[in-house]
Structure formats: structure tokens, C-alpha cells
């Protein structure tokens, strides 16, 4: 089962988390918590999400559009890791011919 956290717990889990940086990473759809009973609730990759964005705010004090840029990079990069993983088992599960070429191929594309 799915564990949501509320906003006071996930301002008490997380250390530079205040309410007023969470309502600005909310205000710019840097995280986005899903609906509940018992109102928005926070994913533990959500709660990893808000700790990234603190340490790069704390580190860096990049502005709001720098952090959303940056926070959409890494999605992208999480979202083409996921599909290259797909991709190594679709390959991985092809007979050896096919791996074999699959693999002659890369090497002269990639030079």
C-alpha cells in the first residue's frame, strides 16, 4: 500500500523544508501531491523530490524556473533510463543472431 505523506509531516521529515518553500515548489508545479481523503498527500518520491529541490535551493539558491528546469532534466534522464533498461530486456530476451547484429550495428554507428 502507498504511503502519503501530509504537508506538516513532510515540512517535519525533511530539514530546510518550510511551509512557505513548499507552497512556492507547489505554486510552480515542481511537485505535484496526488489528492486523498484526507487531502493532498506526498509519495516517498515525492518526499525525495522536495529533498532534492531543498539541497539544491540551500546549495545553489538557484530561482524557481532554474529548479523547475533542472527538476524536468532529471525526469527526462529518469524517464529515458527507464526506457533504456525496457530496451537491454527486449534485446537481452532476442536470440543470439539478432543480439549479434544488434551489437555490430552500435559499434559502427557509434564510430
Same mark, same amino acid.
Given at each position: 500500500m502507498t504511503r502519503y505523506y501530509s504537508s506538516t509531516e513532510v515540512v517535519a521529515l525533511i530539514d530546510d523544508l518550510t511551509e512557505p518553500r513548499l507552497t512556492a515548489y507547489l505554486r510552480a508545479s515542481i511537485v505535484q501531491p496526488v489528492a486523498t481523503p484526507d487531502g493532498p498527500g506526498f /509519495?516517498?518520491?515525492d518526499v525525495a523530490r522536495l529533498q532534492l529541490l #531543498?539541497?539544491?535551493d540551500e546549495n545553489y539558491a538557484l530561482p524557481e524556473e532554474s529548479l523547475k528546469m533542472?527538476?524536468?532534466l532529471i525526469d527526462q534522464l529518469?524517464?529515458?533510463r527507464g526506457d533504456m533498461r525496457a530496451?537491454? /530486456?527486449a534485446v537481452a530476451s532476442e536470440p543470439d543472431e539478432v543480439? #549479434?547484429?544488434i551489437?555490430?550495428?552500435i559499434r559502427?554507428?557509434?564510430g
Amino acid at each position: 500500500m502507498t504511503r502519503y505523506y501530509s504537508s506538516t509531516e513532510v515540512v517535519a521529515l525533511i530539514d530546510d523544508l518550510t511551509e512557505p518553500r513548499l507552497t512556492a515548489y507547489l505554486r510552480a508545479s515542481i511537485v505535484q501531491p496526488v489528492a486523498t481523503p484526507d487531502g493532498p498527500g506526498f /509519495r516517498e518520491t515525492d518526499v525525495a523530490r522536495l529533498q532534492l529541490l #531543498c539541497d539544491l535551493d540551500e546549495n545553489y539558491a538557484l530561482p524557481e524556473e532554474s529548479l523547475k528546469m533542472v527538476m524536468g532534466l532529471i525526469d527526462q534522464l529518469n524517464a529515458m533510463r527507464g526506457d533504456m533498461r525496457a530496451l537491454l /530486456r527486449a534485446v537481452a530476451s532476442e536470440p543470439d543472431e539478432v543480439r #549479434c547484429r544488434i551489437h555490430s550495428s552500435i559499434r559502427v554507428l557509434r564510430g
